[in-house]
């Protein structure tokens, strides 16, 4: 097989107009007019055609679907912060227009070890919003998911011009597959919840090197081997770099690229050295991250410290998530959708509950039938290869959250593409005028609701009343849905309201620890809710299952408290900590209780106590924070020599860019120690 290509070819893949967010639609406007004439209809020859009506229908119901979308998500841009908005974006408040605190937010990110500052930088960019307006985080969202449509368009017109389908068919199956990602339900908890920017940036990048990587494959298959191979080391460089810099799953670039190159792209020629090449730039880096994993297997399985699950359960269980997301993409359960989901069954044995035999048997068959098929079915293998692609990391044995909706946000791609060249194949089999009327009717009908139960679920999003009161009553069984529903009203300063979810929580939740601390907290802010038996309270911590807000909520009960809301008296909340700290089931996060206790103890000037416990959480989490607030104890305890040798320990530990970011903090803790020694 031969293959001849003029210069002009992917002449406009190049990505220099993505670069300003809001010019998408210039850019695509640009992309109707320069990019589609070149595009031909066939794999062998992209010949140079003149502009005409296919082209410009398509074109022209794209960007009508892209309107579509901002119509559908505008009522949900009213929303209000969510879940873990608070904890990453707290920090806003202190961000300046100095470039130090725009730099300072960026590089302190606590969602990873990585800090995903490619996100964190955007968010730095809207602190002005922040925590008034999240009006504006959401639309700068809807932005972004807007642009990853385009990209979508775009990667699946190169996809279907390289196996071959004719013009009209790559065009419809373009259009279509697009349409639906944007609009499907199952997107808008990613694009409205503000923090979810993070997985939009990181699609945003591994889209980008998926297009670059496409036009360096197309200059090599033309003899233009040093440009394409630098493009395609471009894209795997600064495309995964980029991505997994917004967020950690962006290394899955290369692994989608394989996937690629082992189905659609299995007959495009490979030059000399490729193999080469993609030892280096896609299996390497698959190896290194291995090895990472392997090292660091002890802090990865920590996680399960405060999990109520097992690595062994979480597998099993992710096979029955998989499955349920399949099912919402299909809208096969069009119902469901959400931002809480940790009620979902867990699976204790392939019997235990006896669905996850089957999920199981489902997940095993459907990835050994696409490795199988790859070269006579490549767009099927293509479409399921892909979606499990997208899983493999937040669906192995890291300790994460069983199931969030956002992790679908690029996988689903496979299952859409593989769904409408499925159904338009199937299309050329019905003859029957009667069967194709009835074929199309049921396939408008189900295309119809992706946009309708979309509507429906961004207008719950703009009316937080109704949405939480929904989460809840959908999900009875989720602590996450009855705490979220307890903080807003909280916020709300509807404290009977508040009550009456904690008092649930208690009732559905009677072994975990947070639905008591929740009534506590409560009972600082009201004097209608009573404070419940401490005593049997104390009692209960002693084996209460830990729960992810449990510190946030302590933190929030020790300041009420020094400001003289809460009845508690210095005893029970020693007591209380004490058992906390020592409860089994926190053993992972009992750095975050010492801290707590020392925190405990500087409110009531007992510095004495407050240093060793502070210690002791150092010595389990060294956080810089921390070592920072030791120095300013030791300083005001006068253990100057002390607080000294703290802090040149600190100035060693520092990487080059926290030393500067801490340098003037630094400098003046040195000279207060100077003045007082």
């Keep these: 097989m031969s293959y001849s290509f003029s210069d002009k070819q992917f002449h406009t893949l190049n990505l220099t107009g993505f670069r300003n967010l809001s010019g998408f639609l210039k850019l695509f406007s640009e992309y109707l007019k320069n990019y589609l004439p070149y595009i031909g209809t066939n794999f062998n020859m992209f010949k140079i055609n003149s502009f005409h009506i296919p082209q410009l229908i398509y074109g022209s119901l794209f960007f009508l679907i892209l309107i579509i979308t901002v119509g559908l998500y505008w009522q949900g841009l009213q929303g209000i912060f969510l879940l ?52 504006g985080f959401k639309y700068v969202n809807l932005m972004i998911h807007l642009l990853n449509g385009c990209l979508v368009f775009w990667l699946i017109l190169l996809i279907t011009r390289i196996i071959a389908l004719p013009e009209k068919r790559s065009l419809l199956l373009a259009l279509l597959t697009t349409t639906v990602w944007l609009l499907h339900p199952l997107q808008v908890s990613t694009v409205l919840y503000v923090v979810q920017r993070m997985t939009q940036l990181s699609a ?49 670039l290369v692994l989608y690229i394989i996937v690629l190159e082992a189905t659609v792209l299995r007959a495009l020629p490979k030059p000399r050295f490729w193999q080469a090449w993609a030892s280096v730039f896609l299996y390497l880096p698959l190896i290194l991250l291995a090895f990472y994993f392997i090292a660091h297997i002890d802090s990865l399985l920590q996680g399960y410290e405060t999990r109520h699950f097992t690595m062994g359960e979480r597998l099993l269980t992710q096979a029955s998530v998989l499955t349920d997301y399949i099912a919402k993409i299909l809208l096969l359960r069009p119902y469901g959708f959400g931002l809480y989901h940790d009620d979902f069954p867990i699976s204790h044995s392939l019997l235990t509950p006896p669905t996850t035999l089957i999920a199981v048997s489902f997940i095993v068959v459907m990835f050994v039938i696409a490795v199988w098929v790859r070269r006579l079915w490549p767009v099927f293998a293509f479409g399921i290869l892909w979606f499990f692609a997208g899983h493999i990391l937040e669906s ?22 593989l769904a409408f060249y499925g159904i338009l194949k199937l299309f050329d089999y019905i003859l029957d005028p009667y069967l194709r009327k009835i074929a199309i009717s049921l396939s408008v009908f189900w295309l119809a609701l992706f946009p309708l139960i979309t509507w429906s679920q961004t207008d719950l999003w703009s009316k937080p009343i109704v949405q939480t009161a929904f989460w809840v009553h959908q999900s009875p069984k989720s602590l996450a849905a009855q705490s979220h529903a307890v903080v807003f009203f909280l916020r709300s300063h509807d404290h009977a309201q508040a009550e009456a979810y904690t008092q ?21 802010l009201s004097e209608k809710t009573r404070l419940p038996d401490m005593q049997q309270t104390i009692r209960h911590f002693k084996t209460s299952k830990h729960d992810r807000v449990t510190p946030q909520l302590l933190t929030f009960i020790l300041e009420e408290r020094k400001m003289g809301h809460c009845q508690l008296d210095s005893n029970t909340i020693d007591k209380m900590l004490n058992t906390l700290i020592h409860n089994p089931n926190n053993a992972g996060n009992q750095a975050n209780f010492y801290h707590r206790y020392a925190m405990f103890h500087v409110f009531e000037k007992s510095l004495g106590l407050a240093i060793p416990a502070l210690k002791q959480a150092l010595a389990l989490k060294d956080k810089l924070q921390w070592r920072l607030d030791l120095i300013e104890l030791l300083m005001e305890n006068e253990q100057f020599d002390e607080a000294k040798a703290y802090l040149q320990e600190t100035r060693v530990q520092l990487n080059p860019i926290k030393a500067y970011l801490y340098e003037k903090e630094l400098e003046l803790l040195e000279a207060r120690i100077s003045v007082k020694e």
Aim: one cysteine or more; charged letters at 15%.
């Design 504 to 524: 649930e929580m208690i009732e559905f939740f009677p072994e975990h620890t947070a639905p008591y601390l929740y009534l506590i907290s409560l009972s600082c």
């Design 204 to 252: 945003l990048f591994t889209l980008t090197g998926l297009l670059v990587y496409l036009q360096g494959r197309q200059l090599m298959a033309q003899d233009k081997l040093k440009s394409g191979f630098f493009w395609i080391s471009f894209s795997v460089i600064f495309g995964g770099l980029l991505a997994t810099l917004s967020k950690e799953n962006g290394i899955l």
């Design 396 to 417: 192995s044995f890291i300790g994460l959250v069983l199931y969030f909706e956002h992790r679908n946000y690029l996988p689903m791609l496979g299952i859409i593409f």
């Design 84 to 135: 873990d908005d608070e904890a990453n974006l707290q920090e806003l408040a202190n961000v300046t227009k100095e470039t130090s605190s725009i730099i300072f937010f960026t590089l302190e990110g606590i969602s990873s070890q990585l800090g995903r500052p490619v996100s964190l930088f955007t968010f730095a960019l809207q602190a002005n919003d922040w925590p008034l307006n999240p009006f």
